[in-house]
């Protein structure tokens, strides 16, 4: 079993990414992209993050340390990184099938349990339509690094690595290539690229 790269694109034609109901993912789900453990390391160092670390190459680390998940984000980028907490008690119900899938629900006894792991992130997501609540989230185990770039930064961190966009599949150069349209479209400040590993 190896690592696996997660990557969306998310844009906001505001420009702050600051409102949860005006950040949109160009896809549902997650691109899918060759596994090249060069491009994880430049991107967010996602093979060295598991290493111990004496055994941590520091020409591996990567030029922009992971971020985090963003916050707020996509309803597609919640989705895939996070369960929410389903409390069974609570006078709100479980979320609107068309807002959430259940077979992404957690109850919060199994949340607690997936916070004692370092890498488990804790958060909220904003339930803006079919009505509004704010849940309570988590990240399950195995999912490691998340970031989010620019797509400056991208090319940047690849450079950093001395990665050609060039040489890599081109899964790479089509995602790069997204990037591009949509800032031609709505400018630099309203896209990034978010990004998580699973191992």
């Given amino acids: 079993m190896g690592t696996d790269i997660h990557a969306f694109i998310e844009t906001d034609t505001t420009g702050d990414f600051s409102t949860a109901g005006s950040i949109f993912s160009l896809t549902a789900d997650a691109f899918i992209l060759d596994r090249d453990y060069d491009v994880f390391d430049a ?3 996602a093979r ?4 111990p670390e004496p055994d941590r190459d520091s020409q591996r680390i990567p030029l ?3 971020r985090g998940i963003p ?12 369960y929410l907490v ?5 006078t709100v119900g479980p979320p609107n099938e068309w807002f959430w899938p259940r077979h992404r629900c957690v109850d919060p006894i199994d949340a607690q349990e997936w916070r004692t792991n370092p890498d488990c992130v804790y958060s909220t997501v904003v339930q803006w339509f079919n009505g509004e609540h704010v849940w ?3 990240s399950p185990r195995g999912l490691i690094c998340p970031t989010w770039l620019s797509a400056t930064e ?3 961190s690849l450079a950093h690595h001395s990665i050609r966009l060039l040489d890599l599949p081109v899964s790479y150069r089509i995602l790069r290539k ?3 349209m949509l800032e031609d479209e709505l400018g630099a400040n309203c896209v990034r690229l978010v990004l998580w590993f699973d191992h």
């Fill in 154 to 156: 991208f090319d940047e």
């Fill in 48 to 51: 060295e993050h598991q290493m």
């Fill in 71 to 82: 916050s707020p984000r996509s309803l597609s980028v919640s989705r895939s990184f996070f």
């Fill in 64 to 66: 922009i340390p992971p």
């Fill in 136 to 138: 309570d989230a988590v």
């Fill in 86 to 90: 389903d409390d069974p008690v609570s």
């Fill in 43 to 45: 991107l967010a160092g």
């Fill in 178 to 180: 997204s990037l591009e």
